[in-house]
């Protein structure tokens, strides 16, 4: 009950002290009543509550708006007797429909109107009090904006709230991405929120629309909603993991064309937006930190799209992983180096001539140390030095060209040189090639060494707008010059055909400051220039196939503060040593977009760098010389092991899922943490009785595996691996009828080989119930891969099918090789390239698929001398063939010329598996781990 606000008391002593004429009751002995209490007049203004629709949002083409109003919290009855409305600045007001218990409710049309509305609601008590309340609507741009498509697998549901005065809710749909109407599309007359559409094509655009018929005259309509149907495997990301970044792709949808991809440090998030708004299937996310693992999730880039399953992947640590030093050895000053064959020769500036024994990187050899000596007998700075056969070339101080025979390292003796009697001469770079030699430094000069012993200078290239020369490279009969002289700083270029008469060619390329580096490719066609400033300077990538017209490739590569101090190339890998910093290690074989594959900050004050073997060698001044990897497979050190508990362990498979690895063994399972690879924990062990762990050569997705079961009939079998790293069998699925061979797995489709029945189709949009929906049965196919929109199979002697699964419904025969007398067991694709396994020849053969309907060999296949078992993988621009132990790395950087690497052994290898820097080799007794890189 409402109080007035005089107490009792006081109200009592005013009866008796005012006039009676002043007085409302009757007379003040008579005692006071309820009625009288409740009929007191009092200033407490009413309380106003909007029950719908909420302050702020969107307003449709006629607004209900609903509430209670009350004459404070205690009154009882009611005594609210009139609530009013207004829409500001617009004629529509009027008195709300009141209920005796205060609720009201009122509504007026939108049309026309545009912007936020303010709607003000008055409510007025018995004797006069007044309180107003503001309600702000916004314009949503469209007569039903609650109207909403919230997708699923398969499903789509239409949710919206009533609109007033409607008779019929219908909805119009398509679902090919054109604008749904009366005409076009699906029409569901009578509908009833929610709506939910089943059987839809996951993938596909779907277009929705509402229209509400009112009995006003005036229907409404929303704005057209898109959904995108999805399961959780569609767009189910692969990640190619780097040093410092991983490219994220995965399968294109026909819908849309733009995704958000979005990163999580753990398996169960949180999950962030790292991408934006992209367009296609691929994102590289870089600037990641070294040895460190990340979970990826992508979702098109619609409001409310499914999110699809994870992936994970972590990055190579870096530093002392790549590029890490495997051997050093103390020279007094090492200004300048050069490799050949196991002997590296050092510019040991003010101690002359040192050379080093470097068949054993790990454990160089001092061989010799020779002093060099000016004409007039004063020991003199060695500046650079050139290898060519049995003869090393020192240029030194005040232009002296010094040979020396090395053909017994340990005894240099000096046969012959050249003492330049030009004003003011000075060396400073010196290079050689067939029977000429060329040094430069205040000029070009050149030199017929075909007698070493009696250098004959040929030219002398000295001229006022070329006077200082640091670097000179020479690829067949062209010399490559910086010139770093005032006022004319740049890359030139010099036709030496006859070099004693070299021609500058015109349009020298331009470099922006002194000190610049250079190194060109063995082609001759790509020059790459370092520049020592740090505020203009980095990395040029030059095109000089046209000498006359050189033209830098991309922008500048910059890292650190740019002091780049020397510079080499082999093949596509680029070392750059910096003056304070270190060495970086750059894959250049896509020139426009340099990649940073390895580097270290160990060293002290680089001068000069070399690349030979897979091996940096680095000229480091007081230090001497450093020897580094180059973030290739260049080793077999085993790392780390994990003995198994049971003695019978026979392995037949490793798998990742996230930060653990699988092995699969015939009677079990074991999961191990292996995180940190080099410190392996066991997390589970799953015996036969669960069926996960007889899963054969599984493949992942997510956390969801499917693996063939042992025996004939094998089956497929469908499980899952819980964030807790426990294998669970959800079941098995297959027909029976023959054994499946092989699985493959491309966004929501799985594709299993049944060797000579060819290939079924499983539409796993459902992870854990996979749906056969077709075969192609045409051809034997014993082995599948997948990457969209093809599957690779190997037809064992019938050579190799590419199947198109643009439509996985309708699998079609796409292109073949027919591989007259191979037996092909395995068919690894690379982009527009596949490598096949013949088991029987133990080859490889590579094939072009740039044409998909008439794939081309290219090159010649290369042997692996490994038996018809191998297993063949690719990992991170490597290919490995592993057989029972041995494992063979072939660098496919350039897919159709393979280099290779290096071979490791594991005695008594089962099973192995290749993640990040580390091959995982399992034997009957232990989990290997070895460093690749």
């Known amino acids: 009950m409402k109080r007035p606000r005089v107490a009792w008391f006081h109200l ?34 009413p309380v106003i509550h909007i029950i719908s629709p909420a302050n702020g949002t969107p307003y449709a083409s006629i607004v209900l708006v609903t509430g209670v109003a009350s004459d404070g919290p205690d009154a009882v009855p009611n005594q609210v007797t009139r609530v009013a409305y207004e829409v500001l600045g617009t004629t529509i007001q009027g008195n709300a ?51 909403a498509a919230v997708p699923d697998n398969k499903t789509v549901e239409l949710r919206w709230e009533d609109v007033p005065l409607t008779d019929e809710y219908i909805v119009y749909f398509t679902t090919n991405g054109t604008l749904p109407s009366e005409s076009n599309g699906t029409v569901l007359r009578n509908a009833v929120s929610p709506v939910r559409l089943d059987s839809l094509r996951n993938g596909h655009r779907h277009i929705f629309r509402l229209q509400a018929v009112t009995s006003a005259g005036d229907d409404s309509w929303s704005d057209f909603t898109e959904a995108i149907p999805l399961s959780e495997m569609a767009c189910a990301p692969t990640l190619t993991p780097g040093q410092n970044s991983i490219e994220v792709g995965w399968n294109p949808l026909p819908g849309t064309t733009q995704f958000e991809v979005l990163r999580s440090y753990a398996l169960d998030g949180p999950y962030r937006n790292v991408s934006g708004l992209i367009v296609g299937t691929r994102y590289a996310d870089t600037a ?24 994970a992947g972590r990055t190579s640590s870096m530093v002392a992983e790549t590029g890490q030093q495997i051997g050093a050895f103390a020279t007094g000053q090492a200004y300048g180096i050069v490799v050949q064959d196991d002997i590296a020769f050092v510019a040991d500036l003010n101690h002359g001539l040192t050379i ?116 000179v490279v020479v690829r067949g009969s062209t010399a490559f010059l910086i010139d770093s002289s005032p006022g004319a700083m740049c890359l030139r270029i010099y036709d030496v055909q006859d070099p004693a008469y070299p021609v500058r060619y015109p349009n020298p390329y331009s470099l922006p400051n002194v000190r610049q580096k250079l190194a060109v490719s063995e082609d001759g066609n790509t020059a790459y220039v370092s520049d020592f400033d740090t505020s203009t300077g980095g990395l040029h990538i030059v095109d000089v196939s046209n000498r006359s017209n050189p033209a830098r490739i991309g922008e500048p590569w910059q890292h650190w ?18 003056r304070y910093e270190g060495l970086v290690i750059l894959d250049v074989s896509d020139p426009e977009t340099p990649r940073m594959i390895a580097y270290t900050q160990s060293l002290y004050w680089p001068m000069d760098v070399r690349l030979h073997e897979g091996l940096v060698y680095v000229a480091d001044d007081t230090k001497g010389i450093r020897i580094f990897t180059a973030g290739l497979p260049v080793s077999d050190l085993e790392v780390a092991s994990y003995p198994w508990a049971e003695a019978d362990v026979q392995p037949l498979s490793v798998s990742f899922q996230g930060d653990y690895a699988v092995v699969h063994s015939s009677g079990e399972a ?35 595996r499917y693996g063939k079961t042992p025996g004939w009939p094998s089956y497929i079998g469908v499980g899952e691996l819980t964030s807790e790293g426990v294998l669970v069998h959800h079941r098995t699925t297959g027909d029976g009828t023959w054994a499946t061979s092989h699985l493959g797995v491309s966004g929501e489709y799985l594709y299993a080989s049944r060797g000579q029945f060819g290939v079924d189709v499983y539409d796993i949009a459902d992870p854990l119930a996979p749906e056969l929906i077709s075969t192609y049965g045409t051809h034997r196919i014993s082995k599948v891969r997948s990457v969209h929109p093809w599957v690779y199979g190997a037809a064992g002697d019938e050579g190799f099918r590419l199947l198109s699964i643009a439509d996985p419904r309708f699998p079609a025969l796409h292109g073949s090789w027919a591989g007259t007398g191979r037996t092909i067991t395995d068919a690894v694709p690379l982009g527009e390239y596949v490598f096949l396994f013949d088991s029987a020849a133990t080859e490889i053969v590579i094939l072009d698929l740039s044409n998909p309907a008439n794939p081309e060999p290219v090159g010649e296949p290369f042997s692996t001398y490994l038996s018809e078992n191998a297993n063949v993988e690719i990992y991170g621009g490597h290919l490995f063939v592993h057989d029972e132990g041995t494992c063979m790395i072939w660098s496919v950087r350039n897919p159709a010329q393979p280099e290779y690497v290096s071979t490791f052994t594991i005695p008594g290898g089962k099973a192995f598996a290749v993640r990040g820097r580390y091959g995982f080799v399992a034997t009957d007794e232990r989990l290997a781990v070895v460093q690749l890189y």
Not at 98 to 105: C, E, I, M
Not at 288 to 311: H, I
Not at 448 to 469: A, Q
Request: hydrophobic share 40%; proline share 7%; aromatic share 12%.
């Open 12 to 45: 009592f002593v005013r009866c008796l002290a005012v006039p009676a004429a002043a007085i409302l009751v009757a007379s003040c002995p008579q005692p006071i009543s309820d009625t009288m209490v409740l009929t007191w007049r009092d200033d407490t203004p």
């Open 97 to 147: 429909d009141l209920s005796p218990d205060g609720a009201f409710s009122f509504q007026f049309l939108t049309s026309g109107m545009t912007g936020t509305l303010t709607v003000r609601v008055s409510a007025y008590d018995w004797n006069g009090n007044r309180a107003d309340l503001s309600l702000l609507l916004i314009d949503a741009g469209n007569d039903i904006p609650s109207f």
């Open 288 to 311: 990641l930190a070294a040895g460190v693992t990340y979970f990826y999730k992508v979702r098109p880039a619609l409001p409310g799209s499914v999110t699809s399953t994870y992936a």
């Open 356 to 471: 080093i024994d470097v068949s054993d990187p790990t454990y160089p050899r001092h061989l010799s140390t020779t002093e060099v000596f000016d004409p007039y007998g004063s020991k003199t700075r060695v500046e650079s030095v050139a290898v060519d056969g049995r003869y090393a070339y020192l240029v030194c101080a005040w232009a002296q060209l010094q040979v020396f025979d090395v053909a017994d390292p340990r005894a240099p003796e000096k046969v012959g040189g050249f003492f330049c009697d030009d004003e003011w001469p000075e060396f400073y770079g010196v290079a050689v090639a067939d029977g000429y030699l060329y040094a430069v430094g205040t000029g070009l000069y050149t030199f017929d060494v075909s007698d070493p012993t009696d250098p004959v200078v040929l030219s002398r290239g000295r001229d006022e707008s070329s006077r200082y020369i640091d670097e």
């Open 561 to 578: 503060d740019n002091r780049i101090h020397d510079i080499d190339v082999r093949g596509n890998v680029l070392a750059l040593i910096y």
């Open 670 to 704: 074991v999961v191990l943490d292996v995180s940190e690879p080099t410190s392996i924990t066991h997390v589970s062990t799953i015996p036969s009785n669960n069926l996960a762990a007889d899963y054969l050569t599984p493949i992942t997705v997510g956390s969801y």
